[in-house]
């Protein structure tokens, strides 16, 4: 069984920076796409990133390019985004996704507070 943890979350001033982790175990797939996500209060979950195995290619959207990055450590099975010049606009729950290409599988985290001070 797939289980994602996300860490790194936590209290910050705007202009400031945070890392987040997304540790996976019994992960074994082959084709699959990495995501985070973002939900606010009040706001539906949108996407912050995403990352394809098969090329590499990452896509990050408009809100945030420039200031998020993210990266991934094949061997430790997990994955990071990488967050500076935050906003208060940033503030939310982040939550790491996989999704698995074949057999179709949709995996996501528990989820970690961001909270960014004006």
């Known amino acids: 069984e797939v289980q994602l943890v996300e860490s790194g979350g936590g209290l910050v001033q705007a202009g400031g920076s945070l890392r987040l982790s997304c540790a996976a175990s019994?992960?074994?797939?082959?084709?699959?796409?990495i995501g985070w996500f973002r939900q606010a209060p009040g706001k539906e979950r949108e996407a912050v990133s995403c990352?394809?195995?098969?090329?590499?290619?990452?896509y990050y959207a408009d809100s945030v390019k420039g200031r998020f990055t993210t990266s991934g450590d094949n061997a430790k099975n997990t994955w990071y985004l990488q967050m500076n010049s935050l906003k208060p606009e940033d503030t939310a729950v982040y939550y790491c996704n996989v999704k698995r290409v074949w057999p179709v599988g949709d995996y996501w985290g528990q989820g970690t507070q961001v909270t960014v001070s004006s």
């Open positions: 019994g992960f074994t797939f082959d084709d699959y796409a």
């Open positions: 990352v394809s195995s098969s090329d590499g290619s990452t």
